[in-house]
């Protein structure tokens, strides 16, 4: 069944179709596109294709169209507008679609559709779910919709939610391994994802709006403890990590940020462990609704689903016992945009095209970036991988933010970094390279205002941000000349001993100023310094 419909909404979809046979046209050599400088991928001509892919998803709580524009591998919200229109309310006693509901959705629809067209983000990709798949009059509701809109529908079975959705988290997220979960306000999916790829997949009734259609809290209970039963007897259990996908999920995580009092509200990447959960959990079944709409700010709709909402993650936590658990923002929409990615773009990492994409945006000097990371990098020679492409994405971003005023420039890199919609990088990531990005602007970082978030990463990871803010804000000195007559920095840990080795041509730039910002780094690796003058390299 999996197999029939894997190419689901995009099969003989006139325009990705011509898409995709632009793009093989175009393609540049696929060398290009392996290196760790590979050209940008907003210069590439399958990019530009790739640029206002626009979807809709008709879901039973929310209507939603997205319009992602630019660096294509790391999407970039153009456009994102969700209606509450609540098409599963009700469906329990009625099997029909929310006549409310359907009102509401088919406005929204109506308004994305002529949005689309204005913003050339058309023909769209229209997915619906749950609440359309099982409604009676979803056939008639569909039709009525293309009729009015010149759209096309595709209604998805719960194993193409369950995929989309996964693919989504990978898009974010390429070395996610765990159980994808994606709940809605009439099903919830699962999917397991590992080795870049989706696995096994399941679908269930478990959405808030279908089981408070099952009247008494006794009977909801005992849908939801046998329903868990059998995903995890279906999908295992004791995942690696749980990945949660959906309005309510993040709603939850929302309740549970705000109550830890974690100073990093950005969701994407947000982690719990199950107990700090367990805590959140009991909190929300102990307060008012409008309570926690006070302390929290959610609206009215989600703030609805919250309760039962949090019953089945309780259960699912209690019997799937995952390690630990995640929110991914991305899910189904960005599934359907990785689906019209040609498999070249899925390869690249979308951190570092996002930086490459900013870096030509907004740097003064786009390219240097590149310069900058070889001329740091024998510092860190020792780093595994993971942490060589943070340093890497600092140095494309070392000077995005220019354009501030210089009194905030530090402060301004930081919350650029840290606040930036962007995948493919874990809350202690973000903050690792926003306090890099500071440190390349001001070397003290005495009376900001980020000292709790600095503290969510250890002492050794502060100090290398540090020392790579101070590497960075040394290396710009030299921004003036050609990459290559940089210069050169040595550096041999067992002995501290760091070598700056000048060429000729960079000597007259080694003023006052960039002895200073020489002696900070020094000072920061608490290094023996050496310099070697006029030697070319
Ligand atoms: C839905 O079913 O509407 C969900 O996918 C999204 C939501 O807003 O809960
Ligand atoms: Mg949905």
């Not at 899910?331 to 070249?344: A, F, V």
């Not at 809350?427 to 969510?456: C, D, P, V, W």
Request: with cysteine; net charge positive; hydrophobic share 40%.
């Amino acid at each position: 069944m999996a197999r029939e419909t894997d190419h689901g909404p995009n099969r003989g979809h006139p325009k990705h179709g011509q898409r995709e046979a632009e793009m093989t046209q175009d393609a540049t050599d696929p060398q290009d596109d392996k290196g760790p400088f590979g050209r940008p991928i907003f210069e590439d001509p399958s990019a530009r294709a790739l640029s206002r892919v626009g979807v809709v998803d008709i879901g039973s709580n929310s209507v939603r169209m997205v319009v992602f524009d630019g660096a294509a591998r790391s999407p970039a919200y153009f456009f994102n507008e969700k209606v509450m229109a609540g098409l599963g309310a009700g469906f329990a006693e009625t099997g029909r679609l929310n006549p409310d509901g359907r009102r509401r959705a088919l406005s929204a629809i109506l308004r994305f559709a002529e949005l689309a067209r204005r913003m050339g983000a058309d023909p769209l990709t229209v997915v619906a779910t749950a609440a359309m798949r099982e409604a009676v009059d979803g056939p008639e509701f569909r039709a009525e919709v293309e009729a009015a809109t010149g759209l096309s529908i595709w209604i998805i079975d719960g194993q193409e939610e369950a995929r989309l959705s996964a693919q989504g988290v990978l898009l974010g997220w390429p070395e996610a391994e765990g159980l994808v979960c994606d709940i809605g306000g009439s099903s919830m999916e699962l999917a397991r994802i590992a080795n870049g790829r989706v696995g096994r997949r399941l679908t269930s009734a478990l959405g808030p709006l279908r089981l408070e259609g099952l009247g008494s809290a006794k009977a909801m209970r005992e849908e939801i403890k046998s329903t868990v039963a059998r995903i995890a007897e279906e999908i295992g259990t004791g995942h690696r990590r749980l990945f949660l996908v959906g309005g309510s999920w993040r709603a939850i995580a929302r309740i549970d940020m705000i109550r830890a009092d974690y100073p990093l509200h950005v969701l994407h990447e947000y982690r719990m462990n199950p107990a700090s959960l367990r805590t959140t959990l009991a909190h929300i079944g102990s307060r008012r609704i409008d309570e926690l709409r006070a302390e929290t700010g959610i609206g009215e709709a989600r703030m609805s689903l919250i309760p039962t909402a949090s019953l089945v993650l309780k259960h699912l936590v209690r019997v799937l016992k995952p390690r630990e658990i995640a929110i991914s923002s991305y899910g189904i929409r960005e599934g359907l945009l990785y689906e019209q990615m040609p498999q070249r773009l899925r390869d690249r990492d979308p951190l570092i095209e996002a930086c490459r994409f900013a870096e030509q945006k907004d740097a003064r000097l786009p390219g240097f970036g590149r310069a900058l990371y070889r001329f740091v990098l024998p510092i860190f020679k020792g780093e595994p991988d993971s942490r060589k492409r943070i340093i890497q994405a600092a140095c494309l971003l070392h000077d995005v933010s220019w354009r501030a005023h210089p009194d905030y420039r530090h402060e301004a890199c930081f919350d650029n970094a840290t606040r930036a919609n962007l995948g493919g990088l874990t809350h202690r990531e973000r903050i690792f390279l926003g306090l890099a990005l500071l440190h390349r602007y001001k070397n003290s970082r005495q009376g900001t205002r980020f000292e709790q978030m600095i503290q969510i990463l250890s002492e050794k990871e502060v100090a290398q941000a540090e020392v790579l803010g101070k590497a960075m804000r040394f290396g710009a000195m030299f921004s003036a000349q050609t990459p290559d007559t940089l210069g050169e920095i040595l550096w041999q840990p067992k002995k501290r001993h760091l070598v700056l080795q000048l060429p000729e041509a960079a000597e007259d730039l080694f003023g006052e100023v960039a002895q200073a910002r020489f002696g900070a780094l020094v000072t920061a690796l608490k290094a023996t310094p050496e310099i070697r003058r006029g030697a070319d390299h």
